[in-house]
């Protein structure tokens, strides 16, 4: 998910009387199909959060014991939406938008130990209205820089008046330690414009290795205690 930029400066009335009508047409439709584009995508998000918030119900009634540390959300907006159409070559339509654009919807589920992200994502991925489209395990398999986490693109229905439609959501699930790393990454990568010199990217890489030993180390001292201690019932 990506940081999302200030909101566009709106047009005025006396801009659009000097525009091309055929412009303001195409602009007015846009506008009314980036509305709809964000409306169901925000549904998505809204069904995805109930499925979240169940889930962390039912361990903690059944098992006293909540896997889920915190869970946040967002839908991109039509600005980033289009800057990412335009880099892959994507028309500005609803259709060419939602067949190429895959993380309009993005929720992120930051657990306590490495097993509880591999079971959430389980939990999600195995209910009979979630069709998975994609998941990659950059957990098993960390990017060259350290970043890991469990990413799954999967299909919901999202129930309008005019019927269900599929929508698809990008999920992310990993560890408190992979989020705190991804996070600073992420801030530094922005503030250096994705020009972060070297010796920083070779930092930020020991920094990973170090986060990995601490959620291993942590993982070892969870399962020992596992059957004895209820870690966190809140
Ligand atoms: P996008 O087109 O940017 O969505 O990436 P992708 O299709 O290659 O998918 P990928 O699974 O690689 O990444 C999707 C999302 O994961 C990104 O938008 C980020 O939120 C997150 N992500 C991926 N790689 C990194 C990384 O190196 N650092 C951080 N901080 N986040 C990352
Ligand atoms: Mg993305």
Redesign the pocket.
Known sequence: ??VEDPPPKRLSLGDEQRLNPEMVAFARQLRRDFEFIGMQHEFAIEEMLTKVSILRKEFLRLERYNPIEHVTSRVKSPGSILR?AARLGIAPTPGEITAGI??IA?VRITCSFISDTYRVLEALTSQDDVRVVQI?D?IAEP?P?G?K?L?ALVEIPVFLSTGPIPVTV?L?VRTIAMDF???L??KI?YKYEGAVPPGLVASLTDAAKVSELLDQHMEQLYSEVRDTVHVDAS
Do not use: I, P
């Open positions: 998910m990506d990412k895959k993380d993005g990659k950059y990017k820089n970043y986490s990413h990008e992310q790393w991804a996070s990454e992420h990568f």
